[in-house]
């Protein structure tokens, strides 16, 4: 079947400009992940999504960050007056419950000039 | 404050040797550990796992050890292989949704 996908794949944006990330996940996952990779390190965790509910939002970096989900499916990551330390790989993961093994999407390369 | 350290960034082995990444953790909390392999422009794909009730998981040519005394878990390859060339994360979690990930060290396998 169909694997997570994101899009954009790429996004080059100005600062101060909001930008959307979506992610569709693999049909029938019920948890929903999003991770930052920012150059040079590992996948930071940024926010968990249990069906429509986010239960965990402790990893998302300021209050211009905040997503969504609809649908038990599609999540979008939304970034507010974007700065240039938002500049990363924004990957989206998904998995049949919380605590199974995660899939990820081929994430985001978010530019920020 | 990294829970999960990789701390060779990159890794050159030649063709049908063994190639073995290592990985460090401090929370004696985590349970279960991963590793992710990852191709550029690619998202991460999973590779192979470990519970900590077990020290040693094999599949194919990909066997993790565990060693929870030292914190310490290792994957080696063998025989490497050219496909094997991308970056591979060593990922943990307390059984629960939260992964932890090292920054991951770059496998080159040399034809």
């Known amino acids: 079947g169909a694997g997570v996908s994101q899009s954009p794949s790429n996004k080059v944006t100005e600062k101060g400009k909001d930008v959307e990330l979506r992610c569709d996940p693999i049909?029938?996952?019920?948890?929903l992940y999003w991770y930052r990779q920012s150059l040079g390190q590992g996948l930071e965790f940024l926010i968990y999504?249990?069906?429509?509910?986010?239960?965990?939002k402790s990893g998302l970096p300021s209050d211009r960050f905040s997503a969504e989900r609809t649908g038990g499916s599609v999540s979008t990551l939304t970034i507010q007056r974007t700065q240039q330390e938002d500049s990363a790989v924004y990957l989206c993961a998904s998995s049949k419950n919380s605590g199974n093994t995660q899939y990820f999407g081929p994430g985001t390369r978010l530019t920020v000039l | 404050d990294q829970q999960v350290k990789q701390n060779s960034p990159s890794l050159s082995v030649q063709e049908g040797r063994i190639s073995i990444l290592n990985c460090d953790y401090t929370?004696?909390?985590?349970?279960?550990f991963l590793w992710y392999k990852k191709y550029p422009a690619e998202g991460p794909t999973f590779l192979i796992s470990i519970s900590s009730i077990k020290d040693k998981n094999e599949d194919g040519r990909f066997t993790v050890f565990l060693n929870k005394s030292a914190k310490h878990l290792s994957l080696h390859i063998v025989p490497s292989q050219p496909g094997d060339s991308a970056v591979y994360f060593c990922?943990?979690?307390?059984?629960?949704?939260?992964?932890?990930f090292g920054a991951g060290t770059t496998v080159t396998v040399r034809a």
């Open positions: 049909s029938g996952h019920t948890a």
């Open positions: 999504f249990q069906g429509n509910s986010a239960p965990d």
């Open positions: 990922a943990a979690n307390r059984g629960d949704y939260k992964l932890s």
């Open positions: 929370n004696s909390m985590f349970d279960y």
